[in-house]
């Protein structure tokens, strides 16, 4: 799959403070790609590099195969985290200022416009003032006006900031549904539960540094331990010292409408998923058996933590 936007080894400082440190990654064309790590990390530093709001110390940018220049500005379609609206302007003459802004004109201004706010069934706040709005309500107006160019590339900071779970669900729709007619998604959170859901890719960077990157499927298969949760309906009260004599076990607690003997077993490397199932068999009634895949939270923690 080709690549939307790559950053080479780019390192940004300020005066004795390292922001970024020779970061490299390579967003993936049609791909949501989630920017993760904790704060202070060097996500934002990143992102406004991206956008061209500060540059590089070293290290190059390139979109759709092209050095970084100050015209891609309109291939670019950026929500900070923190927002940018002017509180004492009117709706719809901000959002149809900010739109000529991205090079588009009036009349086509307001013909999207007009499709954007039946979609969200905003029309009656056109002439009200951002200051009028809640959180949630000028969130939506600052999306809009986010997605209005039809950029390549989306970036968005904690797009779900300010929406109940409602709402939410919204605009990860039409995230879902930008990414479906080609865009391409950079997706900064800290909900991990929203990573699951919408990223392809994922780069984890900590302490200026990337410490992870890679498609989320991956990922996910190199951090997995060969563990299966499993759930029993014993033969024999001295199931649990056999199986232990054997594997690895430790409880595990999952819900069950049965009286089960719920554990968790891991298997040395070599073994496979089927031995076990097979022995099990042999034993006892096997009424739950999943394998037991780390989830992005888990691997965020774990890599965080291996290099402390």
Known sequence: MANLLEVQHVSKRFGTFTALQDVSIQV????????????????????????QITLPDEGSVSLDGHALQAH????IGYLPEERGLYKSMKVGEQALYLAQLKGLSKKEAKERLRYWFDKFDIT??????IQELSKGMAQKVQFIVTVLHRPKLLIFDEPFSGFDPIN???????????????ATVIFSTHRMESVEELCDHIALINKSQKILEG????IKRQYKSNTFEVGLLEANNGLLDTL???????????????DQLKL???LDKEASSND???????????????????????IFIKTITENE
């Open 28 to 51: 993936p064309k049609g791909s949501i790609f989630g920017l993760l790590g904790p704060n202070g990390a060097g996500k934002t530093t990143l992102i406004r590099i991206v956008n």
């Open 72 to 75: 891609h500005i309109k291939d």
């Open 124 to 129: 009656h706040w056109w002439d009200k003032k």
């Open 168 to 182: 939410a669900n919204v605009i990860k729709d039409e995230i879902l549904q930008l990414r479906d007619e080609g």
């Open 215 to 218: 498609k989320v499927s991956e």
């Open 244 to 258: 232990k004599d054997k594997f690895q076990v430790s409880s595990a607690d999952f819900k069950t409408i049965d």
């Open 264 to 266: 968790k077993i891991t």
């Open 276 to 298: 076990l199932l097979s022995y099990l068999s042999d034993k006892a009634q096997v009424l739950r058996f999943n394998e037991v895949i780390p989830s992005v939270n888990e």
